[in-house]
């Protein structure tokens, strides 16, 4: 199965926080992990909030912007999903980043996982929910 890993998930890969063990999990599990190639940026922006609350040391910090793309087998450019992502964000009145992950599902008729809750209240009664798959729901193992 391919999954589309967005970085609400990532993130946990290089961080212990809540659903690290879940996302641990994908990366030890067979399935083909995807992205669109803005995971980078947004994993590392995400980290560089983390290390200036204290939640993430700058040594992980490295770690993450070194290795995030080694964890997946491969990351889509933007202006490939672009305008997909745009009417997507729209149709969800959501931000168009979170949008690229779930045009890419959409895109390759796969699943979208995420631990971003706002996201995952956005598509609760819309036809993208069967392309996202709440991080929690994933069994540790």
Request: aromatic share 6%; proline share 3%.
């Amino acid at each position: 199965m391919t999954l589309v890993v967005d970085a609400s998930v990532a993130l946990k890969w290089f961080v212990e926080e809540d659903g690290w063990q879940q996302a641990a999990t994908l990366l030890a599990g067979s399935d083909l992990l995807i992205a669109p190639d803005l995971i980078v940026a947004d994993v590392c922006n995400a980290g560089w909030n983390a290390v200036r609350t204290g939640t993430m040391l700058q040594a992980q910090h490295d770690h993450a912007a070194a290795r995030l793309a080694l964890a997946f087998d491969d990351l889509l450019p933007l202006a490939l999903l672009a305008e997909r992502a745009v009417m997507l964000s729209r149709a969800l009145a959501h931000p168009v980043y979170d949008c690229f992950y779930l045009a890419l599902a959409e895109e390759r008729t796969a699943r979208m996982v995420t631990a971003d809750r706002r996201l995952l209240s956005r598509v609760a009664a819309t036809p993208w929910r069967k392309h996202v798959v709440n991080l929690r729901s994933i069994a540790v193992g």
